[in-house]
């Protein structure tokens, strides 16, 4: 399969906890995207890469939020101290930098905070 | 990236062609129209775009009007798979080497249902 995977597809946890999810986009793309929904709503943007490097982070929802890519392939987010909307599901989308930019999504992973 | 205006929600026969229109009024010169679709707990899917010209691939075709200020998705013989929020989105291209984000704004979408 040559498309864009999440792991884990789901994850519960306890408000307070850290968590880590992880993309791994379609090989030769290099952007990747991270997009939150919630219930009812459309995906919003929270921050992409091209290549290793961060070109947007200023949607990301609060300091708790990070998201990296070192090597230019696989990106993981990571929500500290996690609240109850934070529960959500987490999208990773991949693309090759190009005059259109067609963006390929994951699965997602969805989060549930207790 | 200009706002899109589409339905709520409508209703297709199975076998018949779903015509789901958007309205994008202010739509500038370099802004393509996106077409995605998420089915129910899944991640979004790509289905098609365009920047002027009408467009057609294996899952369906883009019409822009000349004035590009809407345009139509159809699917040409709509199946219960088909069942899912469709969203327009309407997004600038490349503004130059390394700058934009070309994130996608997704708004609420057509809530598409397939009767059978």
């Known amino acids: 399969d040559t498309g864009v995977s999440q792991d884990p597809r789901h994850k519960i946890t306890k408000r307070g906890q850290n968590v880590t999810f992880r993309c791994d986009p379609i090989s030769e793309h290099n952007r990747l995207y991270w997009y939150r929904q919630t219930l009812g709503q459309g995906p919003e943007f929270l921050t992409y890469?091209?290549?290793?490097?961060?070109?947007?982070k200023s949607r990301l929802l609060s300091d708790r939020f990070s998201a990296e890519r070192p090597k230019g392939s696989f990106s993981t987010l990571e929500i500290q101290r996690t609240e109850q909307g934070d529960s959500a599901m987490y999208l990773c989308?991949?693309?090759?930098?190009?005059?259109?930019?067609?963006?390929?999504f994951g699965p997602g992973t969805r989060l549930t905070v207790l | 990236d200009a706002k899109t205006t589409q339905p709520t929600s409508m209703d297709c026969a199975e076998g018949r062609a779903a015509n789901l229109p958007c309205n994008h009024s202010?739509?500038?010169?370099?802004?393509?129209v996106y077409w995605y679709r998420q089915i129910h707990s899944q991640g979004p899917q790509y289905i098609i775009h365009g920047l002027k010209n009408n467009e057609t691939n294996e899952m369906a075709s883009l019409i822009i009007t000349e004035d590009r200020k809407s345009s139509t998705l159809i699917l040409p013989h709509a199946t219960l798979r088909d069942t899912a929020v469709y969203y327009c989105?309407?997004?600038?291209?490349?503004?130059?080497?390394?700058?934009?984000?070309?994130?996608?704004?997704f708004g609420k979408g057509t809530k598409l249902s397939v009767i059978p």
């Open positions: 890469f091209q290549n290793e490097a961060q070109l947007e």
């Open positions: 989308a991949s693309a090759w930098y190009s005059q259109v930019d067609t963006q390929y």
């Open positions: 989105i309407v997004r600038v291209g490349p503004r130059g080497s390394g700058a934009g984000s070309y994130q996608l704004t």
């Open positions: 202010t739509i500038s010169g370099n802004e393509y």
